[in-house]
């Protein structure tokens, strides 16, 4: 059964420091989407991209922040310059046409010092 | 705006016994999309079941089920012969009909299957 999948699964870095995660989404998907979860709270909308441009975003997703399908399968979040409180639980999804359905991978966790 | 509301932070069960959790949602819309994820200890988001607003009829997806009271904005989860691979946090989520693609989560409950 096909998979949405991130790399890597952990990532440590440091206060200042830029990072990107990456996702492959289900192959036949159009939509992409990046969620977070900090630690005991709610997962929460980042951003949706369709079409190789960003069609919706929350207020979380600020300059700091980009999003990017460099090519035909992979699609990455990039964080500028990280801050403590962006230590969270990165999930990206996909969902199709047609379908609502959004699958998501098994998450990036992400911690910075 | 939209809003998810899970009332229930944590609940407990017994193996093979039956367990419903609770959500209610609002909205002024009338197109809508409703689901419940799992969210196991290892952290990946599952999909458990899937309500389309139109529908009346309830969803069913083998031991999973969903009872679905659109006048009273209501989305409970009823899980039967609860298993220990059942224990994990459970989200409900909205998704508003149209062009937006944003799911909106509940805070989640936490449910343990005792053996």
């Not at chain 1, 830029?18 to 909308?45: A, D, M």
């Not at chain 1, 079409?51 to 964080?79: A, H, Y």
């Not at chain 2, 209610?24 to 999909?47: A, C, G, H, V």
């Not at chain 2, 224990?87 to 909205?94: E, K, N, V």
Request: proline share 4%; glycine share 4%; with cysteine.
């Amino acid at each position: 059964e096909p998979e949405v999948t991130q790399t890597p699964s952990h990532q440590v870095t440091q206060m200042g420091q830029e990072v990107i995660l990456r996702c492959v989404p289900i192959s036949n998907h159009l939509y992409f989407y990046w969620y977070r979860q900090i630690l005991g709270q709610k997962v929460e909308f980042l951003v949706s991209f369709y079409n190789n441009e960003i069609s919706e975003k929350s207020e979380i997703f600020d300059d700091q922040f980009s999003v990017e399908r460099p090519d035909g399968s992979n699609f990455t979040l990039k964080i500028r310059s990280t801050k403590l409180e962006d230590s969270a639980m990165y999930f990206c999804a996909s969902s199709g046409r047609i379908d609502r359905l959004q699958y998501f991978g098994p998450g990036t966790r992400l911690l910075v010092l | 705006a939209q809003t998810v509301t899970q009332s229930q932070p944590e609940m407990s069960v017994q193996e093979a016994e039956t367990v419903t959790l609770s959500c209610t949602y609002d909205t002024s819309e009338s197109n809508y999309y409703l689901f419940w994820y799992k969210q196991p200890p290892s952290r990946q988001m599952i999909l458990v079941i899937r309500q389309e607003a139109y529908k009346q009829q309830n969803a069913t997806e083998n031991r999973f089920s969903v009872n679905f009271q659109k006048a009273a904005k209501s989305f409970s989860l009823k899980i039967s012969d609860s298993q220990l691979g059942d224990t994990a946090m459970y989200f409900c989520a909205f998704l508003r009909g149209g062009a937006t693609n944003k799911l909106i989560f509940g805070t989640g409950t936490l449910l343990a299957v005792q053996p």
